[in-house]
């Protein structure tokens, strides 16, 4: 785990106001697996930091994806290159990917794309065919952006590939599920394929494990913490009707 | 008194360091503190969950609450943000005192600095069987009487509201532990100074002041509040000046040492509860934000030195007004 100050050095649109921002971050950058995370510090700005999971590490740079949502990402997105900001991580626990499933399949649903460029790459890494299916309100909401050996698009208004969301689109063997969006998206997902694993986003306060308050409930009763135990988790595993989704009021995430 | 320019930032010269007025270790309510900063409870676990922390500026530790018997905690959403705060209902989640003394106790046995334990009951007689359970086990500084914490639907910080309740649970500790007993007071009283008096009274060796302010927050999508528990407990800079006023009016009011505690991110921060009258402070949201949040203030104090007339200022706070309202 490492906190760095660390440059913005990229910025791109990849869909309706969401935007990769890239920061100089080598330590983070070499370690981070996929589904991992990194609690970044805005100064001046809100008090806590803010949890994004790592879209991509390639040399130096980690790419975070997000959307202009709140008075903290507004800021983010008005940073000027060579502005830094605090980042730590690697945090949390990743997907585990297995390398005798022959296929992986990438579920995800509007900004649940965060973990999957990586995730890809890690996928095909292990000899895994990788086919990644994206769903998101609109085609002017979905990310332009994939990788792998097969793409699949939804959108709930049926302005781009199938209509509905991400789990209509998926293929019907779809070997290893990794998954990542909404929370009805993953509940349902839960209901289809428990054994997906899947990224949860909830409210986060340190981020390592110390504060419990990104608790989520399981299903065997109790919580654990999403920064330390999660964010990835088996779908079944998780109390989902006990796991409110993630609120801000406006202007304040 | 007349003052030489200093360099821009530099504190005024002339005036004594920090360290050759404050002595580190200090000794603060029976324990031994290794530098006057500490973690406050519920911001650094059990003492190994917070990385990238200087230990060595840890001038202590006081645990996660703990009960009797191990706790689930409230439901989520646990924490909103607020300006320049935050709102929390953990709901004392833990494992339970046996697991404590079992599992960490001996780690912190081989510690340098010191370990407090946080101590909740629902009842009386909960925190004094806690305290009896405590006595003599190896790598316990001292308790921390928890009769503040907002996140509980029974005990906590009913205790803490006023003076009898409060003396009642300190003498009850008190009554069944060699160990050094501090009492960290609520925010929630009509009279802290009154339940201050109250508890060293009843024993209390310091007095830690204070913990969250009740607070709430709506969701105006939903209609229905925002944490899960209801309501929970405000900390962060956002309480700091009304922390240092009633960590004034406890220092005023009482004889033995307080620990200040309420949003102190800095080494300024910490010179505002010192200069309150404070003995020593607690980091706690800080830690959150900042896993060293600790070692900044540390190295800060080393840093400055005091304005003028701090000697008196303290003693001021401390004694004086102590002797003259009681």
């Known amino acids: 785990m490492h906190d760095l100050l660390a440059p913005l050095v990229s910025r791109r649109q990849v869909a309706r106001g969401s935007f990769v921002l890239g920061f100089e971050a080598g330590p983070i950058a070499r370690e981070v697996r996929a589904g991992q995370f990194v609690n970044l510090l805005l100064r001046p700005g809100p008090l806590l930091r803010r949890p994004f999971s790592v879209y991509r590490a390639e040399g130096e740079v980690v790419e975070l994806v997000l959307k202009a949502v709140g008075e903290g990402t507004h800021r983010l997105l008005e940073l000027h290159e060579g502005d830094r900001v605090s980042l730590l991580g690697p945090l949390g626990r990743g997907f585990t990917l297995d390398p005798s499933a022959g296929q992986v399949t990438l579920v995800s649903g509007g900004l649940g794309v965060a973990p999957m460029p990586l995730a890809a790459r890690q996928a095909r890494a292990m000899g895994l065919r990788v086919c990644w299916v994206h769903g998101a309100p609109t085609a002017a909401d979905l990310c332009t952006e994939w990788e792998g050996d097969e793409v699949r698009w939804a959108t709930e208004d049926g302005s781009f590939g199938t209509r509905g969301t991400a789990l209509d689109a998926m293929p019907e063997s779809p070997g290893q599920v990794l998954a990542c969006g909404p929370l009805p998206m993953l509940s349902a997902l839960a209901q289809r394929r428990p054994a997906a694993q899947v990224a949860v986003e909830t409210v986060m306060g340190c981020g390592t494990g110390v504060c419990l308050g990104c608790a989520i409930p399981l299903a065997s009763g109790g919580y654990d913490r999403a920064c330390t135990e999660g964010p990835v988790y088996r779908a079944d595993s998780i109390a989902w009707e006990r796991l409110p989704a993630p609120t801000c009021r406006r202007g304040e995430a | ?326």
Not at chain 2, 86 to 112: C, F, H, K, S
Not at chain 2, 136 to 150: H, Q, R, T, Y
Not at chain 2, 159 to 166: K, R, T, Y
Not at chain 2, 256 to 268: F, L
Request: include cysteine; glycine fraction near 12%.
């Open chain 2, 1 to 326: 008194m007349t003052t030489s320019r200093a360099e821009p930032g530099d504190p005024p010269s002339g005036l004594p360091e920090l360290d050759s007025v404050w002595r580190w270790p200090l000794e603060v309510g029976g324990v031994r503190l290794l530098t006057p900063v500490m973690a406050a409870s519920g911001t650094f676990g059990f003492g190994t969950e917070v990385p990238l922390c200087d230990r060595r500026a840890l001038g202590g530790m006081v645990c996660k609450g703990i009960f009797l018997t191990p706790r689930t905690g409230a439901p989520p959403p646990r924490i909103v943000e607020t300006p320049s705060g935050m709102l929390n209902a953990i709901g004392l989640q833990g494992p339970g005192v046996e697991t404590l003394i079992r599992d960490y106790a001996p780690l912190w046995a081989t510690w340098e600095f010191p370990v407090l334990v946080n101590l909740n009951g629902e009842t009386v007689e909960e925190y004094a069987e806690l305290a009896a359970r405590l006595d003599g086990v190896p790598g316990i500084a001292g308790l921390e009487v928890n009769i503040s914490c907002p996140n509980v639907r029974r005990g906590g910080m009913l205790f803490g509201h006023d003076p009898q309740p409060a003396a009642a649970v300190t003498a009850a500790v008190r009554a069944r532990t060699r160990l050094p007993v501090w009492v960290k007071l609520t925010p929630a009283t009509g009279d802290i100074a009154a339940v201050a008096r109250a508890c060293e009274e009843a024993g209390a060796d310091a007095l830690c002041a204070v913990n969250t302010f009740l607070g709430m927050a709506f969701d105006a999508e939903t209609g229905r509040p925002r944490l899960g528990f209801g309501t929970g407990g405000l900390s962060g800079p956002a309480i700091r000046p009304l922390a240092v006023y009633l960590a004034h009016r406890v220092a005023q009011a009482v004889r033995i040492p307080v620990i200040g505690i309420g949003g102190i991110t800095c080494a300024e921060d910490a010179l505002e509860f010192l200069l309150a009258g404070c003995r020593a402070v607690q980091v706690g949201t800080a830690t959150f934000v900042d896993p060293n949040a600790i070692g900044r203030v540390v190295e800060g104090l080393r840093r400055r030195r005091l304005p003028p007339g701090h000697l008196s200022s303290i003693d001021a706070c401390s004694r004086q007004d102590a002797s003259s309202q009681r």
